[in-house]
């Protein structure tokens, strides 16, 4: 993945944990209701960590995960057949071009729209790894697949929703302080170039208009 990456690609790196984002996954469970028949998916589900660990706070939901590699899928769904739980389900997908229209409350994308070697300091582009464009297109197609009052969960991106014409679709329901919510990460605009701005807090939770 880091050496070739197929198309599609944002993070090369599999970096995931169980419970990794709690106050997260504790907000959004506040917001939708634990006990609720949901449709959730995560995005970039690497070997599915982040999916059994939704089923802990949304017992009665459905979640689907998928990721843009093969070799991911293959541990997810091994996982699965122990698990033997019907309401999950994974799938090989470089974008939710796939997925239908208004079919989630919630999609988590965490840690997958950035480059982890644009954490390295004094880089001042991303386009020779990563670019807005292709952002800003993954982006308005979560807002096509999120049901009206559906929550976008966005953090640890290289990228700002606010930049992205998807976001007249969204409002704003939680911001997290910097050091917790970047941790380092860099950030570039609209024109792949590095933001300076050292903004106090970062967007990481966003609902769907029911009309944008």
Known sequence: MHRWPPTGAFQP???TAADRYPRLFQFVQSELGAGNALDILSFGCSTGEEV???RRYFPRAAIRGIDINPRNIAICRRRLRAAADAKLSF???NSTRAEPAAAYDAIFCMTVLCHGDLALPGIPRCDHLI????FAGVVADFQRCLKPGGLLILAHSNFRLRDASAAAGFDTVLSIERP???KGRSI????NRLIEEAAPKLDVVFRKKARP
Do not use: W
């Open 13 to 15: 790196f599999n970096d």
């Open 52 to 54: 059994f660990t939704l």
């Open 91 to 93: 799938a090989i997908a």
């Open 131 to 134: 670019r807005f464009a292709e």
């Open 180 to 182: 917790e919510a970047a």
């Open 188 to 191: 570039f605009g609209p024109d």
